[in-house]
Structure formats: C-alpha cells, structure tokens
C-alpha cells in the first residue's frame, strides 16, 4: 500500500456504455481510488500525455455518456452517486460536508493558511495568496484565496485544481499561474483568469508548468517550464495579448522562475544560460523584439527580481553577478552591478533568496538564510543602504523560508512555509501561519485561531483547557496553553515558557508539564501550576521533560525523563504532596534518552504507568505496571512491542475497574492486541481494532458506555481517513469524517461533547475547518440536514415522484438546491432571473427522502 501511495496513479482509462452496472465499473472505480490520492503539492509538472477528466465530467460530476479514452485525473477525487456512478470532484474544496461533520462545531480557525504560500498579489484593499495550500483561515480553499482586511473568502466554488505558483494584477483581473489545468471546472491548463466573479481560461493555455507572470497594460507575461502556448510552440516563456498567444522569439533553454517589467523592457531570471542565440546566465532582458543578457548575468540562478526606478533587484543563489561579489542578491542599475552591502562590510544575504519587493526607499528581501549583511535576520530582511531585520522575523524549526513578498502603502506582506509566533505586549505582534503582514513595526496575521499544535486537553467543569507548542488562541497570545470556556478563548497569564505536554487538574488548580522553565515569568522547572489567577512552582519542580501527570487526592504524580524531583533522587516518576517531592520507589531506571514514561492514570491508590521500559523498582515490567503505594508490580507479562520502532504505551484510562491501554504495540500479556488492549486485574484481552493497521493510540476518554480513542497516525479503529473514533462496547463508529491529522489528546465534557487536540487542522474530508482543537457534540443537531423551522413551504409535485417533479420557485430564488438528509448538495439547478417553476429530472436519484431548496423555501421531496 505505502508503494501505491508513494506512485498513485495518475491516468484513467474509460469506456462508459449505455446501461450503468455499478459491478462492471468496479476495476474503474479501483484505479480512480487511488488516482484522487496524486493531487499533493510534491507532485511533478501535470501530465500533458492525457487530457483532463473535466472536459468529460458533467456539471454534476458524473461521466459523460459514451466516454472512451485515458484521461488525467490527478486533480480530483472521488466519491459515488445514489445509484452506484462514480462521481468526481475536483480536490481541495469540498463545498459540502461529510456525513456527521455537522457535529464538529465551527468556530477553531487558521492564523493564515494551511500550507506553503508561493505567490502573493495586492488589489486595492484585497491580497490574493496563492500556494499548496487547501485552507485559509475558517475557510476550505483550493490553492488560492483572498484577504479583504477582515476576513477570508475563496474565487469562485473551487478555484485551481491544482499548485498555483504565480500571481498577477491587471486592473480587475487577476491572473494565476501554476501546475492546473481548470478552474471552477473551466478548462484552463497552467494559467487562468479571475474577473472579481468567475475563473476562465487563456486560450487553450500552457503545455507545461508556470512558475512566474507579470502584466503589462494588455499584455501577460507568462514563464516557467512548458513547451506549447496556445497549442504553439513557446520555449518557457510566452505573451499573452488579451486575445491570443506568441512566443517571444525563440525563449530560453532552461525554466524561468521570475519575470518584471520596466517600462518597455521585460527582464527574465531563471535556471539558463541561453536566451535565443545569446548567451544569459540565468537573466534576460526582452525589449520587445529581441532578447540579450545582462551584465554579464549570475554564476548561479535567479529566483526573484522588482523593479524600483532604473534599478532592478535581482535575488537568487549566486556568489557573483557579472564581476561584482553578490551574495544571492545584487542591484543591476542599467550599467553596472552593485552590491547590498552593510555597515559591518558584510555583503548580502547568507543563503538563498526567493522574493524581492520594494516599498519606498526600502528593499524587503525574503528566503531560506539566516543573517543579513552580518545581522541574524532569519527568513526576511530589510535593506535601505544597510541591512535590518523585521522583528523577531520567522521561525519553525527547519521550516522559515519566505517565499513570496509584495508590499503597498507602506505594508509589507510575507508568504511561504514559516510562523510567526504571537508576542505579548507591549509589541503586541499576532501570530501568522504561512503568510502574514509587517506594519513597519510589528507583524500581524492574517486572521486569528491556534497557531500550533495542542498536545494536552483537560476539562474543569464548564472550562476547557488546552496545552500545547502555540503562542495565540483566538485572538489573544497565550504561551503554550488557553482556556476555552465555550464561546471565547483566554490565556492564562503570561503562559509559560516552553512546549506543555501534559495536564491535570485538581480543583480550582491546573497543573500543566512540559519542557518548559518559567511560568508566568516564575521559575518553574518542568511542571507549575495556576489556581485559577496566578501561577506558582511545585516546590522546585523535576530536572527533565515531564511527559506525563495525574491527580489522586491531594498527591499529583509526574512521569516523564528526569533524575530528580525537588532535588530528590526520583527516576523518571515522581509525586508531589502539596508541600514536598518524593520518589516511587527506585523508579523506572533503564530509559534511555528519547524514551521516558509518557502516561499516567491514578485509581485509588494505585498508579498505573506506561511508556518504553521493561523494569521498575527491581521488578520486571514491560511498558506498563502499577504503584500500590508501596511498591511496583507488573500487570501479567505487560506489552510487546515487537519488532515496532518507537513502540510502548503512550496512553492509560481507568473505568469501571478496567484499564484501557494505547500505544504502538502488537500484543498484550501474550494476546494479540494492535495498539490498544484492556486489563481487568487480571488478564488481558483486545478490542477489535476493525483495521487500526500502524495507528498508535495517544488518547483515551471515556463518557457513559463510549470510550473514545485517538491515533497519531493516518489510520484509526475505524478507518484509514479518521484518527478519532468511538467503541460502544460492542462495535466502532466514526465521528463524521474524523479529522485530517494527528489527533494527540482527547477529553469529554459532562454534557458529552468531545474534545479533540492535535496537529490536525480540518475534518477528515477537509470540508470543515477546526485547527488544532475541535468540539465533537453527539447531541448536535444537523443543521444544514433540514431547512430552518420557520423556511417556508416549497411547493413540489408530484410527490411522491419517480421521473420528474416540477417546483414553483421564490421570485428571488437563483438556484434550486438537492440535498440529502445529511445535508449533502447532490445536484444544483440554475434558475433564470423571474422563473416561476423548474423542473426537475430525477434521474440518478435513488429512492428515498430528500431535501429542495430554493432561495428561502424549501420541502422534503419523496423518490419512489
């Protein structure tokens, strides 16, 4: 399986005949399956070898009757009708939701978007982003979106069909370009324009991928890697006029990567070292009938370039431009380069660069390096005749390069794989996700939400408490854990230090460990506690990561990787009593470095304890055993882990007697047990997994008669695209379509709601945003499932009906709208402005109940 994911198909072969057999379709329907898994945003340039699947699919999804032929369906995915057809849409955007996501509640949005930004464009008020992406903000995307100041929208019902990596403004058009071949369902390969209101093609488009435009009164620019414009050929780079394509003589022999215009003159940087018959290493300037290189070109290659009067800034990886040292970034000035040096004599910029804007006398610089003209700049500098940095610039561990820069009215906004982390005040800085805005003196984010992963969910009566490696909930800064009290998030305090791995509470007291030294600007070695107002240290705390806590009474139990707890000896458990620190016995003494004890769980007197160990206290113990108060002992032969890498009991629950155990392992006192297994004092036994494969449980909760469990990986209980699922006792289901990543912490509240943490950022069929923390409530209604209560009556007949209806329809309704009882859309039908009555073909509809809509009306359409 892994080698099919890692090779998906790209291409699919069809014939459809007249008469639909959902059985004869099965190999067809095989081969789609995993076709929809190769849109993702490492994938090559799009495959010319096969026509799109859009120009066969009809506005409804279905396959045109009489299809034959291979076609590439790389940018879709697939899903079936009522009657068993296959249906496809395109991937990214899903405009509805999936059975069950109703009960996902709204409300947990993206400090930016999801995924790496590449291309950035102003238009007045509004800045277009485009990239890998498939989220932007509290809304589901495909690969471009627009920030109006306030909030997040996407172009058009699903945008791109596949990476956008260049955009370009021309009055009130906005052009894209990048590695698709539709838009909105409208057949537009590499290249496609949006008017404000819908997306439509340039011609027959690119033969290739387009990595760079720019526009120029009624002219597009268009470079990156293709052969063909227009269906002739363009050697990657072309013109577009408004009306058709031309090659600018014969192009350049390698990809171009950035375009900019300068009065007359288009200038070229890229990976070539010809353009025509003349010799350009790696930039080119067009003056509209010929080309020619300039000054000598780069030893390297050019990423990026803007113009700023007769200056062009060209930024790259280079060493050299013509003659002149420039360190990945120089200034060509029409007859001489020169260098952007600093104070210090330092020149340029210490590794590559991939954006250039200028705003007023300033240059704004962005890529991978971490210093600037000598200066730790990291991801994104300025330059005005000497080298600054903006802020606390970028971070992310290895993940800080910017990747797109574009600049009005004195504001500067920044994309690319990076975050910026939310600051307290007195800066005041919000944190960003991939793209963000420098107002001169602080960076803000484009829309608020939790900027990181959660790791840690604690309920305290109406209260929910989060923990993790973010800095912002909402719209407040809050280090590394918030509360949420149903409607709003809160810090607590100034936060603390570092990642929070683990949290308890006991009473009106929050105890949260971590890797962390200072809570609340406090000393606080690994594990802190805030009442409700104020943090405070446990004494002085452990000397390693806490990984694990757990409260019985007024003791609180730590577990982790440390040697000591308030300067007691105490292997790697330990207990707090309220006024001093003491060991378990000798502990668990052989982990070694990178594992620990990464789960507790107190039931009366006993302490259970799980994580990568096979002896405590002198007693052999295989990844789990338990603390009577006095001493250790083993729970039967334990955990194996066998051959798993990384394997051991990552999470306990204790409930009604039984112990719940999770992790990555394959069996459990000698009974085969895949990842998750129960010990009733006495022996052990497995739950039915129903497929868990490699999935390691990392949660546990339980509610009445439900446990639910959560995984790290992209398997489940349940299914393959769900890392939360819930055991009745007798059988799994899934909660909607579960979430689209690690899911690391799992809480329920007394009114049943479930409580979600992790690294996820949507529902499993990426239709809902819910980042990093998601609210599952059993008793929600499905509210987009039936109309308002107080929606008028549509008036549908007959009904029941078998063939046709016919509805009369609102004078101010666009559209009638069929939906399940799930609230799925199945079908969407235009209405003429002032049509009084639609009728509609039911054919493809299974029997059964559904839902019309038109404009406020709507009524339950009986199929027979």
């Known amino acids: 399986m892994k080698k099919l994911l890692r090779n998906p198909l790209r291409t699919i072969h069809a014939r459809m005949l007249p008469g639909w057999r959902p059985a004869a379709l099965a190999a067809l329907l095989l081969l789609l399956h995993f076709a929809s898994w190769a849109a993702n945003p490492s994938a090559g340039p799009v495959a010319t070898a096969a026509p799109s699947l859009a120009q066969v699919l009809n506005p409804d999804g279905t396959l045109k009757p009489g299809t034959t032929g291979s076609f590439d369906a790389r940018q879709f995915v697939l899903s079936t009708a009522p009657d068993g057809r296959p249906v496809f849409r395109p991937a990214g955007v899903r405009s509805t939701h999936g059975p069950g996501d109703d009960k996902w509640l709204n409300g947990f949005t993206l400090p930016g978007v999801n995924a790496q930004v590449r291309a950035l464009a102003v238009s007045g008020p509004d800045v277009y982003v485009g990239g890998f992406f498939t989220t932007a903000g509290d809304k589901a995307v495909s690969y471009v979106a627009k920030w109006n100041g306030s909030s997040w929208s996407r172009l058009g019902t699903t945008g791109p069909n596949g990476l956008v990596h260049a955009l370009a403004v021309s009055g009130s058009t906005l052009y894209a370009g990048g590695e ?270 939790l900027d990181g992963p959660v790791r840690a969910v604690a309920v305290s009566g109406n209260d929910v408490y989060v923990a993790g490696s973010f800095t912002q909930a909402g719209s407040v800064a809050a280090a590394h854990v918030a509360r949420w009290n149903g409607s709003s998030w809160s810090s607590l305090g100034a936060g603390v230090n570092g990642v929070v791995n683990a949290l308890a509470v006991s009473g009106p007291d929050l105890y949260v460990g971590g890797d962390f030294t200072q809570a609340g600007g406090l000393a606080a070695n690994y594990v802190a506690r805030w009442n409700g107002s104020s943090w405070s240290s446990p004494g002085a705390g452990v000397n390693g990561v806490v990984f694990a806590l757990a409260v019985s009474g007024s003791d609180l139990y730590a577990g982790g990787f440390f040697s000591e707890a308030g300067g007691v000896p105490a292997s790697n458990v330990a207990r707090w009593n309220g006024s001093s620190w ?116 990392t949660g546990l909760a339980v509610s009445g008669p439900n446990l639910y469990v959560v995984g790290a990986d992209s398997q489940s209980p349940t299914t393959p695209t769900s ?46 945003v819910t980042a990093h923390f998601g609210v599952y409530d059993p008793a929600a209604l499905p509210t987009a499932a039936r109309p308002r209560a107080s929606a008028p009556n549509l008036a549908i007949y007959p009904n029941p009906a078998r063939a046709e209806v016919r509805v009369r329809v609102p004078a101010a309704a666009t559209a009638v709208v069929v939906t399940d009882l799930a609230g799925r859309t199945l079908r969407t039908i235009p209405l003429r402005p002032g049509q009084a009555e639609a009728r509609l073909s039911l054919r493809g509809l299974a029997p059964g109940a559904y839902w019309l809509r038109a404009g406020a009306a709507a009524g339950k359409l009986l199929v027979e």
Do not use: C, H
């Not at 370039?305 to 280079?318: E, K, P, Q």
């Not at 250790?632 to 306990?652: F, M, Q």
């Not at 379509?737 to 529902?763: D, I």
């Open 180 to 449: 698709f071949n539709q838009a909105d369902g409208v057949a537009a390969p590499g290249v496609a324009r949006w008017n404000g209101s819908s997306w439509s093609g340039l011609g027959t488009g690119i033969t290739g991928v387009v990595y760079a435009l720019a526009a120029s009164g009624s002219d597009l620019y268009v470079g990156g890697g293709f052969t063909q414009a227009g269906g002739a050929p363009a050697s990657n780079v072309a013109r577009w006029n408004g009306s058709a394509w031309s090659s600018l003589a014969t192009g350049v022999n390698g990809v171009v990567y950035a375009l900019a215009v300068s009065g007359s003159d288009l200038y070229m940087g890229g990976r070539f070292t010809q353009v025509g018959a003349v010799s350009a290493r790696g930039l080119a300037r067009w003056n509209g009938s010929s080309w020619s290189g300039v000054g000598g070109g780069v030893n390297g290659w050019v990423n990026a370039l803007a113009v700023s009067g007769s200056d062009l800034y060209v930024g790259g990886r280079f060493t050299q431009a013509g003659n002149v040292l420039a360190n990945n970034v120089g200034i060509w000035n029409g007859g001489n380069w020169l260098m952007m040096g600093s104070s210090s004599g330092t020149n340029g910029v210490s590794d590559e660069v991939f954006a250039l804007t200028v705003n007023g006398n300033d240059v704004y610089v962005g890529g991978s390096f971490l210093g600037a003209g000598g200066t730790p700049a990291v991801g994104v500098a300025k330059w005005d005749g000497d080298w600054s940095t903006l802020g606390p610039g970028l971070s992310i561990e290895s993940a800080r390069t910017v990747r797109a820069l574009t600049s009005t009215g004195g504001e500067v906004y920044a994309g690319g794989d990076f975050a910026i982390e939310a600051q307290p005040t007195p800066s005041g800085a919000t944190a960003a996700l991939n793209v963000g805005k420098w107002n001169g003196s602080r960076w803000n984010g484009l829309g608020t939400g």
């Open 723 to 768: 890392t939360i699922a819930r055991w009745d006792g007798s059988s799994w289901t899934s909660l909607g379509t579960g979430l689209n990543g690690a899911v690391e912490a799992v809480a329920v509240g007394t009114g049943g709601q479930v409580y979600a943490g992790g690294g996820f950022v949507a529902v499993g069929d990426g239709s809902k």
């Open 582 to 697: 003491s060991s378990l016995g000798t502990g668990v003494t052989n982990i070694v470095p990178g594992n620990g004890v990464f789960a507790l769980a107190a039931s009366g007197s006993d302490l259970y304890m799980g994580g990568n160990f096979n002896r405590v206290g002198g007693v052999a113990a295989n990844n789990v055993a338990r603390w009577n108060g006095t001493a250790w002992s083993s729970l039967g032969t334990g955990i194996s882990t066998g051959s798993t890498a990384g394997g051991g009991v990552g999470a306990l629950l204790v409930s009604g007697g039984t112990l719940y155990v999770g992790g990555r392992f394959v069996a459990a006192g000698g009974v085969p047990a895949q990842n998750l297994a129960r010990w009733n004092g006495a022996a052990w036994s497995s739950l039915p997994t129903g497929g868990a494969g490699s999935a390691a449980v």
